[in-house]
């Protein structure tokens, strides 16, 4: 039976995404998510439900990061129609929005920690545990935009990878 909520169109984006794709948001994800609406509406961009559902198997998918497959391979689980340009249109528009980075050796997307392309961010990427970490320092921003203009380079890319092996990993060998 469909409730009133449901012929008035008036279900909250919660309802929704419980009710169509089976996600329950914790208090936390549902204030990250209000948070970035509203920041993005007052830049005058928008956050669609299909960003918000992208954007939220992101940030789930933690240290980890998540590939585009994975994402597809969730949104044909709950609809069908569901097409991979469909997908990297929105993590293109995650990305150009500071939202999430794609880790190039990885083929994975990871959500920034300081939702920002000014800020250079460090990913430490274990070669064992596949665990992921984001490092700011401004010292290493200034220092490498002062290398790279130096040979004459700008940097095109605020994210930089460096593979390693974590403290758990280590301690385990």
Do not use: W
Request: one cysteine or more.
């Amino acid at each position: 039976m469909i409730s009133d909520e449901e012929k008035e169109g008036t279900l909250s984006l919660d309802d929704t995404l419980k009710n169509e794709f089976d996600i329950h948001l914790s208090g936390v994800e549902k204030i990250e998510i209000n948070s970035l609406i509203n920041k993005l509406r007052h830049s005058k961009l928008k956050f669609t439900l299909k960003r918000q559902i992208i954007f939220i198997l992101i940030l789930r998918s933690g240290s980890q990061g998540i590939t585009a497959y994975e994402i597809l391979d969730f949104l044909r689980l709950k609809k069908e129609n569901t097409k991979p340009t469909s997908v990297y249109r929105v993590l293109d528009y995650l990305i150009e929005t500071g939202l999430a980075v794609k880790l190039q050796s990885q083929s994975k997307f990871i959500v920034r920690r300081f939702q920002s392309n000014k800020i250079l961010s460090i990913f430490t990427v274990c070669s064992e545990c596949g665990m992921i970490e984001e490092l700011t320092d401004n010292f290493c921003q200034l220092s490498i935009t002062h290398l790279l203009s130096g040979l004459g380079h700008q940097l095109t890319c605020n994210a930089v990878e460096l593979n390693v092996i974590c403290k758990n990993c280590k301690s385990h060998n």
